[in-house]
């Protein structure tokens, strides 16, 4: 927990940077929560901590529902579309 406390701050400047400060699914700027590609308990590395997306509480919520592997590929699609919009970053 003390290790995603560091990662989420340095997280939350990177996003801040990008001008993320919306929901990467639907665009709302309320109630947001990093997202990881793993369920927390399936995490190892902090590679993996790092393998988040910013939403809102509602969407997190949804994709949470989702199977392990749809919600890793659902999560991935979102940092992949972020990371071709920002050239790369």
């Known amino acids: 927990m003390r290790e995603w406390s560091k990662v989420r701050a340095r997280l ?3 996003f ?3 001008g993320i400060t919306f929901c990467e699914i639907c665009g709302s ?3 947001l ?3 990881h590609s793993k369920k927390r308990r399936f995490i190892t590395s902090e590679a993996e901590l790092t ?3 910013l939403i809102c509480i509602p969407c997190h919520q949804e994709i949470e529902t989702l199977p392990h592997v749809e919600m890793h590929r659902k999560v991935i699609e979102i940092i992949e579309r972020r990371v071709e919009a920002n050239g790369g970053a």
Do not use: I
């Open 33 to 35: 929560s990093f997202a």
């Open 51 to 53: 393998e988040v997306c």
């Open 12 to 14: 939350k400047k990177t």
């Open 16 to 18: 801040e940077n990008l």
């Open 29 to 31: 700027t309320f109630n």
